[in-house]
Each structure stands twice: as C-alpha cells, then as structure tokens.
C-alpha cells in the first residue's frame, strides 16, 4: 500500500509564486516517476510535470520556465516549485507515483491564483 501525501496548496495572486510538496510511503520499488498533474474545473486531468528516481524530467508545455519538479529520493518525497503563477494555473494539483504498471495518487491540494 502506498500513500501519497501533498502540502503547500492555496491562494496566491498572479505573478505569486507557491512550493507543493508530495510525501510517499509504504512499499514501492526504487525505480519510479512522480509527478504532478492537475484538474480545473470541468476539464480533464493533465499531466504538469514528472521526475525519474533517475532525475530525468518532462514538463507541459504550458509550465515550462515557470515551474520546476525536483524529488528528495531518500525521502521519497517530490516538490514543485511554481513561479511567475498565472490565473489559468488555477485547478486542483494531484502527486502521482508510478513504477511495474502501479499507479497511486494523492487526494489534491487546490491551488488558487487571483488577478
């Protein structure tokens, strides 16, 4: 079983910047990507950004030189950093985790950018 556990979510004005952070336990393999992705209202989820226990990463489009991903492997925990933050960031954030065709996700955490 494992838990994925996302902090640092809120509401933040535009140009703002805002750190999440994503805590896993229980048992997985070494070898796994975490990411970030997020859902606003009536639209799909959709992948924000990934990191390999290799350190390999891939960004949207939309995020990329804004956001950064970056993962503590001891802790098995990953973080993003999202700078320069705009209204259309606004949706819910998810932390994933998968590795051998497992695939776990956090609650969410919202985050919120006014203008």
């Known amino acids: 079983q494992v838990q994925l556990v996302e902090s640092g979510g809120g509401l933040v004005q535009a140009g703002g910047s805002l750190r999440l952070s994503c805590a896993a336990s229980?048992?997985?393999?070494?070898?796994?990507?975490m990411g970030w992705y997020r859902q606003a209202p009536g639209k799909q989820r959709e992948l924000v950004a990934t990191?390999?226990?290799?350190?390999?990463?891939n960004y949207a489009d939309s995020v990329k030189g804004r956001f950064t991903i970056s993962r503590d492997g001891a802790k098995i925990t990953s973080y993003l950093q999202m700078n320069s933050l705009k209204t259309e960031d606004t949706a819910v954030y998810y932390c994933?985790?998968?590795?051998?065709?497992?695939?776990?996700w956090g609650q969410g955490t919202q985050v919120t950018v006014s203008s």
């Open positions: 994933n985790i998968k590795f051998r065709g497992y695939n776990y």
């Open positions: 990191v390999s226990s290799y350190g390999s990463t």
């Open positions: 229980g048992s997985f393999f070494s070898t796994n990507v």
